[in-house]
């Protein structure tokens, strides 16, 4: 059973560079006593140390890594060094692609271009937190798993494709007449929520909390509204409870009213919560426009 030999990794690489354990910790930046916990693997160097430490040595992280392994199995600084890179690649691309969006947006096709770079960024970037969370199920996307990056070094070459650009045209659903109540505790939510649901041309009302949106359900006649998006974690009374409630008032027709699930909660636990708590679909945040308004028109026509 092979355990970390990180510790007497560093001690062998400091005494043939000729260094002090003092010397050591000053180059790198820490105390003794630091340097001293790492040489009995009493703890590790922080992940950001890695890099420097390496170029102190003459090595590479991954010589560093290597010796971070427990029981034969990939160290927890592995796994999280290389998920670090993953994170990084495409949040650089969305910081840079801000600042050309910036540059250029009077250049539609160059805006476009951008915002879509941004927007396939930012989904690799939830398919990365899904691996991290360890969470099941498919995975969140709007490419097909064979034209999606498999990791951020196929990131780079993915975005210099001609990527298909989206327009806002196929989007268009008429749900005109509709009312829509959105239950949405945040503002800038509820504020991308209302900008999206103006495409299907729906009335749409806001409740802060699940008890806003419980007493605006209970104080306007039956079928005033047609359908509750409802976001799961809100103060006072969270999506879950309001639901319940929701289903257990008296008026039938309010009791059962269709109520879709709005949430960056996207576990099978959280899924199987929401339909138990009487919720009819569920659509996760980021919202997908075009799978949002599909399960809309299940219950709007």
């Not at 996307?141 to 990527?163: I, Q, R, V, W």
């Not at 989206?166 to 939510?189: C, H, P, Q, T």
């Not at 802060?208 to 799961?232: F, H, N, R, V």
Request: charged content about 30%.
């Amino acid at each position: 059973m092979r355990q970390s030999t990180l510790g007497s990794f560093i001690r062998f690489l400091r005494k043939q560079n000729q260094m002090t354990q003092a010397q050591l910790a000053d180059r790198v930046g820490v105390t003794d006593k630091a340097v001293s916990k790492w040489e009995r693997d009493v703890s590790y160097p922080d992940i950001a140390i890695f890099p420097k430490l390496a170029d102190i040595f003459g090595i590479t992280v991954n010589d560093l890594l290597r010796e971070c392994t427990d029981d034969g199995q990939p160290s927890r600084l592995l796994r999280v060094y290389e998920m670090s890179h993953d994170i990084r690649t495409p949040l650089h691309i969305i910081l840079g692609c801000v600042d050309m969006a910036e540059t250029y947006h009077a250049d539609e096709n160059m805006l476009l271009r951008y915002l879509e770079s941004i927007r396939v960024s930012g989904e690799y970037l939830l398919r990365v937190l899904d691996r991290v969370l360890e969470a099941g199920g498919e995975d969140r996307k709007m490419l097909t798993a064979a034209d999606f990056p498999a990791n951020a070094s196929e990131l780079g070459e993915f975005l210099k494709k001609d990527l298909p650009l989206r327009s806002g045209l196929k989007r268009f659903y008429d749900f005109s007449g509709k009312r829509v109540l959105v239950a949405e505790d945040m503002e800038l939510n509820r504020e991308i929520a209302g900008e999206i649901l103006k495409q299907t041309k729906a009335r749409v009302e806001f409740a802060e909390d699940g008890e806003a949106c419980l007493k605006m359900l209970e104080e306007k006649p039956a079928g005033y509204y047609d359908l509750i998006l409802m976001d799961i974690l809100m103060p006072k009374m969270d999506g879950l409870e309001t639901t319940r409630r929701i289903r257990k008032l008296p008026d039938r027709t309010k009791a059962a009213i269709p109520i879709i699930a709005m949430t960056a909660n996207v576990f099978e636990k959280d899924r199987n919560d929401a339909f138990a708590a009487g919720m009819d679909a569920f659509a996760e945040k980021p919202i997908s426009t075009d799978k949002l308004f599909e399960t809309m028109k299940k219950y709007l026509g």
